[in-house]
């Protein structure tokens, strides 16, 4: 027996993916209406944040969006662990492990503390096997 054609489904992918591209522009655009017109509320920066760090992997944005939502009142107290991380996913290892080890030193939450050094020990490794060796003499 005979496969049935996909041709149509090939012919309408591509204005699908356009249209699904278009609706999250959409959906950004309209969050960001939403913080202009409730600037002290923490819920739509970090709802932006979200979207571009889960559906469209833009990761400096995403960070660009929680660091305004990390300085807004009621903020989830996870924030600052997010952009923590975020330093290191963009790159910057020393900057987030400075601002681990200040989690660390500063926090009275003993959770908090474990969270800081599972990822100073984590940072290290990463940063230990991603540093070329230096040449033996």
Request: glycine content about 4%; cysteine-free; overall charge positive.
């Amino acid at each position: 027996a005979a496969l049935p054609s996909i041709t149509g489904i090939e012919a309408a992918a591509p204005r699908l993916l356009r249209d699904i591209e278009q609706r999250r522009l959409d959906l950004v655009e309209l969050v960001r209406k939403g913080i202009a017109a409730n600037p002290s509320a923490w819920q739509l920066p970090h709802d932006l944040g979200r979207l571009y760090f889960l559906e469209l992997q833009d990761y400096r944005q995403a960070l660009h969006w929680w660091e305004i939502t990390d300085r807004l009142p009621g903020r989830p107290h996870y924030i600052p662990r997010f952009l923590i991380r975020l330093q290191a996913k963009l790159g910057h290892r020393e900057t987030a492990l400075e601002l681990w080890q200040q989690m660390l030193d500063h926090s009275e939450n003993e959770a908090v503390r474990g969270i800081a050094r599972h990822e100073i020990r984590k940072l290290l490794n990463e940063m230990r096997r991603t540093t070329p060796a230096e040449p033996r003499r």
